[in-house]
């Protein structure tokens, strides 16, 4: 197919790109929006499962310490000493996991990859646009 020969002025040319960058960024900066509150969201969720989970858990562990502390003083071991390691061992799985699920909120997983890639792919395709055209200049 010939490409058509169309004539436009350089500001009319300007004005165009100038539009259809607006439209871009406009249209990139609700991505981003969209993208991040859709993460936080997530995050949020995720935040007010764990503590929920948390808050039950937690009376049911006591109460479980509590008779494993009991049964081990069964054998002769005086209460302080059950109490202490047993509580030191719950503190030690505890702090690993504490330390683990802090691990978890890394703010790469708060980074708009979709946007990157979208802005990414847009330059790619102006670029080849841009390519193209001076091309089509050149060969005129």
Do not use: C
């Not at 960058?21 to 007010?48: C, N, P, Q, W």
């Not at 003083?73 to 005086?78: F, H, K, Q, R």
């Amino acid at each position: 197919m010939a490409p058509l020969h169309t004539h436009r002025s350089i500001p009319g040319i300007v004005g165009d790109l100038l539009n259809h960058f607006t439209v871009l960024v406009r249209t990139e900066g609700e991505l981003v929006r969209t993208e991040m509150s859709e993460k936080m969201t997530r995050m949020i969720g995720a935040l007010v499962l764990a503590l929920t989970g948390a808050v039950l858990i937690i009376p049911a562990l006591v109460i479980l310490m509590e008779a494993i502390v009991s049964g081990i003083t069964t054998t002769g071991l005086p209460f302080y000493w059950a109490a202490f390691a047993i509580g030191g061992f719950f503190f030690i799985i505890g702090l690993i996991l504490a330390l683990v699920g802090v691990g978890q909120f890394k703010a790469k997983s708060l980074v708009p990859n979709k946007t990157i890639h979208q802005l990414q792919e847009d330059a790619a395709v102006a670029k080849r646009q841009v390519r193209r055209n001076h091309d089509y200049q050149r060969a005129a």
